[in-house]
């Protein structure tokens, strides 16, 4: 009888376990990448689709997306944010190695939305996962302004100001 007891406790404990994970894996934000071509040669143009997920059901007001990408490889060529729903612009630019976008929106964004579109041009062979999401990132919450963005080594800024 206690072991058919235990049984049934372990079974429902891995049950919830199971459930639970998913839901705390949705909780948190992504910068997803998305290139139009997995490698490119010298003289051909990469365009890398930038999308913030917001995961679960956070609402996001502000991104800061950093790409890191080789120079040596790659020229960094432009960034189209037209068709974002981010509608504040405070930065976008390419050069060094990195990419900066920086935007804003007056509307709590949920899900996936598009960031923006950034081209490059190769110098040489070069595959597309060598473009990376920079760890000074961020996915700022509306309702508290905390980064969502795991792994991210920036800080929410509310918390570290004095007040008065």
């Keep these: 009888m206690k072991r058919k007891f235990f049984t049934i406790v372990n079974v429902i404990f891995v049950f919830a376990v199971l459930t639970a994970v998913p839901a705390l894996a949705q909780s948190t934000g992504q910068i997803l990448l998305e290139p139009d071509k997995q490698s490119v040669s010298s003289g051909e143009s990469l365009k890398v689709t930038v999308s913030i997920d917001t995961g679960g059901g956070n609402k996001v ?35 060094n190695g990195k990419v900066t976008l920086i935007r804003g929106s007056t509307a709590s964004l949920t899900g996936k939305n598009l960031a923006g579109v950034v081209s490059f041009k190769a110098k040489g062979e070069v595959n597309a996962s060598e473009i990376t999401v920079n760890n000074g990132s961020a996915i700022v919450r509306s309702s508290d302004n905390s980064n969502i963005l795991p792994g991210s080594t920036v800080q929410n800024q509310a918390s570290s100001d004095s007040g008065g």
């Design 61 to 95: 007001n502000s991104y800061q997306a950093i790409l890191d990408y080789p120079q040596d490889k790659l020229e960094f060529d432009s960034i189209d944010t037209d068709a974002s729903p981010f509608n504040m612009a405070l930065e976008a630019k390419g050069e």
